[in-house]
């Protein structure tokens, strides 16, 4: 497939590899789930493994041997698999949504962070077709891979046990129809190619479909003042045309793979019935072993290999196009590999950093140097967009200076163990993120082993008494969409609360607190042992903090709260906005030593 040009695409072998390692980060964080799935999956085709064998038992030793009583008992064992199996696919459905998921919420990112890169990179606005594609394509993955999860992890038994129990049955039709079922997989995975070219041909209409028209209705009021409304009308027309013709081609092939899939699942139990009356009449076919064999192939054989081809080679096919797709628009400078180091030691020092998005941006940090202290609590200020998320993700290690250092313990990030270091610094974006699933999973989530003493000391310390009795306690779920704003911020500060980190980042974490709520939060992670660093959206936060930095144009500032208001305007601006200058008193969180260095400011509270 030809690469569009000016879209940052790579070779198509590839991108095929790309697009497979987009689902691999999730798949190996959800190892368990993928095993608890894999149960859940096998346990379901207990009765394709029964099926067969008890019908035949039912039938020969059973009703036509006299024996009512055996009959039954078959029958009815073959019912309860049956129950068990349907059982066990509404157990497995829970595994499956978590991976998919997370799948969904990492290809959004991925994608994200890969087009802005790619735009910044060189020096272009973003794409249109990128909307298209976050929206269309990773909801199409959401519904592909769900849809592939659970049978892909159980066909392959259901074919195996199909087939062992055929050929306990009757061996020599089971050897016709594995003749038949190999050449029905050639000709299929045949069709199934030239479905592939067209499908990918489809998606590249549909998004110069998106891109064209999203050019038009950008430049509409320049394309009404340069009369080319015609034009425009032919681009979108011809851009149409060619989204149509791409879906009737996948629609065309569509249709006879379809037919050949169907041919493929009945074949097989005409060739048994054509068959029969020979078997029974030569005596190597009993009438319960037949009524097993056609079991087999009903509830067995048949819809395997439909499920195989149909389900795993139609929407797994679908899936991996669709990834290989999303892969071309992903690729972005890859975050540092990480070394095998680790430290003992916690405090961060910034280097005469200097970090820009872009070779033609404006820098956000310019020579910056900065030591936080371990244990020290430090909250950063700033107006909005000056940089200070961009820091927070420096410190963390989620982005790389273009020049100077970041160090913890004395030892470049980038050589820390990625692992490592991921335990070690915790970064709360303002965006709180609460999975389905119950109050302990969500609470315990970077704390797997916490005891229910140290559930309840988080719970306790940040505010969450009320929310986890409304859930009837920690084992009752949680349904993300039900819970404000405030309450996933605190089920997500709770989460950080009980992990093993020792540098704790809130970038605007509590924005959706009160200030009362916040004031315990902040105090909370402040007596908890390890260092805080608060990106602020209060004053009050900074009047809490051992330590303030400023961020503005004219690079970083450290100091006391007394001390910024003496030595910066902006600070002294900031500070102004939420404490006019009035009748009041100095509010009275703020620690004394501010209190004697503001001198004689006075400030009204905190409204």
């Not at 030793?61 to 009815?76: D, E, Q, T, Y």
């Not at 970090?355 to 936080?372: D, K, Q, T």
């Not at 950063?380 to 313990?409: D, Y």
């Not at 989460?495 to 605007?508: G, K, Q």
């Amino acid at each position: 497939m030809t690469p569009l040009p000016g879209h940052g695409a790579v070779e198509h072998g590839r991108a095929s590899a790309i697009g497979w390692r987009l689902a691999l980060p999730v798949l190996r964080e959800r190892r368990r789930s993928l095993a608890i799935l894999l149960f859940w999956s096998l346990l379901s085709v207990t009765p394709v493994v029964l099926s067969g064998q008890l019908v035949a038992v039912a039938v020969d030793r059973g009703f036509l041997a006299g024996n009512v009583v055996i009959g039954l008992v078959s029958l009815g064992g073959y019912g309860l698999a049956m129950v068990l199996g349907t059982w066990s696919k509404r157990q497995a459905v829970r595994p499956m949504s978590r991976i998919v998921e997370a799948l969904r919420d990492h290809l959004v990112r991925s994608l994200v962070r890969g087009s802005l890169h790619n735009a910044v990179r060189d020096d272009r606005a973003g794409e249109l077709g990128t909307v298209a594609r976050i929206t269309s394509q990773t909801e199409k993955v959401r519904q592909l891979s769900s849809g592939l999860l659970i049978p892909m992890s159980s066909v392959a038994l259901t074919l195996v046990a199909a087939t062992i129990g055929m050929f306990s049955l009757v061996p020599v039709v089971s050897l016709i129809i594995l003749a038949i079922s190999a050449v029905s997989g050639v000709l299929i995975a045949c069709i199934s190619r030239v479905w592939k070219q067209r499908y990918e041909r489809a998606l590249r209409a549909a998004e110069r479909l998106s891109e064209r028209a999203g050019e038009v209705l950008g430049g509409l009021r320049d394309v009404i003042a340069n009369d080319g409304s015609k034009r425009a009308e032919s681009d979108l027309d011809e851009a149409l045309r060619a989204n149509a013709g791409a879906l009737t081609g996948v629609a065309n092939i569509g249709g006879i793979r379809v037919g050949v899939i169907g041919l493929t699942g009945r074949v097989p139990l005409v060739m048994l019935f054509v068959l029969a009356p020979w078997l029974l009449s030569s005596g190597q076919l009993s009438a319960g072993a037949l009524l097993g064999a056609a079991t087999y192939l009903m509830s067995g054989l048949e819809p395997a290999l439909r499920t195989l081809i149909n389900t795993v080679g139609n929407v797994g096919l679908e899936l991996i196009t669709v990834l290989n797709r999303l892969a071309r628009y992903s690729v972005a400078p890859e975050l540092p590999r990480g070394g095998a180091l680790s430290v003992d030691r916690y405090d961060l020092v910034l280097e005469r950093v200097t970090f820009r998005y872009g070779p033609h941006a404006h820098p956000v940090l310019r020579a910056a140097s900065l030591r936080i202290r371990a244990g020290e609590h430090i909250a950063v200020l700033g107006t909005s967009g000056i940089g200070k998320s961009t820091m927070a993700s420096l410190l963390a290690g989620l982005e790389s200076p273009q020049e100077g250092v970041v160090r913890l313990g004395g030892i470049e990030l980038d050589r820390l163990r990625t692992s490592w270091l991921r335990s070690v610094i915790a970064l709360v974006p303002q965006q709180a993120y609460v999975f389905a699933g119950t109050v302990r999973e969500n609470l315990s989530y970077l704390a797997p082993e916490a005891a229910d003493t140290e559930l309840d000391e988080a719970v306790l310390v940040i505010g969450l008494e009320e929310l986890v009795a409304e859930h009837g306690g920690y084992d009752g779920e949680i349904n993300p969409d039900a819970l404000t704003e405030g309450q996933r911020q605190l089920v997500t500060l709770a989460r950080v609360y009980l992990s093993p980190a020792h540098v704790i980042i809130l970038d605007e974490a509590t924005c959706h607190l009160d200030p009362a709520v916040e004031e315990r939060v902040e105090r909370a992670f402040a007596r908890r042992s390890g260092t805080l660093v608060v990106i602020a959206h209060r004053i009050s936060s900074a009047l809490r903090a051992d330590r303030v930095l400023l961020l503005d144009n004219k690079g970083l500032h450290a100091g006391t709260h007394g001390m910024l208001l003496r030595s910066s305007p902006t600070y002294a601006n900031l500070v102004g906005h939420w404490y006019p200058s009035g009748v009041g008193d100095f509010p009275r969180n703020a620690p004394a030593s501010s209190a004697s260095e503001a001198g004689t400011i006075r400030f009204s509270k905190l409204s």
